[in-house]
């Protein structure tokens, strides 16, 4: 009986590992796809938050272009590294047209990301790459997604296609969409206990 036991214990402790192993790994590939997008508004008045979200349009137009034709985030970060004075160019034309004062400044960034839900899927918290924009004092609430991918536009079945393209798993791109439960809570532990141990970026 104890041997049979034993057996049982080490049946589950094998499974528990490869479990947890794919969850590392789902964590790293989201790590190491994804290029994020961070918004910080002025303050959190109306129109600082309304003029947030007019610049957010004007930095991924000034992308969207030159980002249609790149196949992984490597290229996607260097892409957006050449354009970053385009973009904050772009930003600050944004701001003066709607009569404000404030200037933006736009950066290349790892920081942590809490977890976020979107009309189709969602992402865990974690440490990310981001492209980082921040409005005036940058003292308002965030608006967050994915620059690469282009995963926060479009339908469930353009989710799924895009992230194929993009390399992920299709337990990873199930978990995101929420239909493993149990592996995206995993994925959102690791992410939140990574977070803990970044240094902080200004991110709320």
């Not at 047209?97 to 933006?104: E, H, I, K, L, S």
């Not at 992230?163 to 299709?170: K, L, N, P, R, T």
């Amino acid at each position: 009986m104890k041997r049979h036991l034993r057996r049982i214990a080490l049946l589950l402790f094998a499974v528990i590992c490869v479990y947890g192993w794919g969850i590392a790994t789902d964590s790293q590939a989201l790590r190491d796809q994804l290029l994020r997008l961070h918004v910080v508004g002025a303050s959190d008045s109306k129109e600082d938050q309304d003029v947030k979200l007019l610049v957010r349009d004007a930095v991924l137009q000034s992308l969207e272009e030159g980002l249609e034709d790149v196949k992984d985030v490597d290229a996607a970060m260097d892409y957006v590294a050449r354009m970053l004075p385009k973009v904050e160019t772009a930003a600050n034309r944004c701001l003066a047209a709607a009569g404000f004062d404030d200037t933006v400044s736009v950066s290349l960034t790892e920081e942590a990301f809490p977890t976020r839900e979107y009309d189709t899927f969602s992402l865990p918290a974690g440490i990310y790459k981001a492209l980082r924009v921040v409005i005036g004092e940058g003292e308002g609430q965030n608006w967050w997604c994915v620059v690469f991918p282009q995963l926060c536009a479009g339908t469930e079945s353009e989710f799924v296609e895009t992230a194929s393209v993009a390399g992920m798993s299709d337990e990873l791109t199930a978990a995101l969409e929420g239909d493993y439960e149990i592996r995206f809570w995993l994925l959102e532990k690791l992410g939140q206990l990574k977070n803990r141990f970044f240094p902080s970026s200004g991110s709320e």
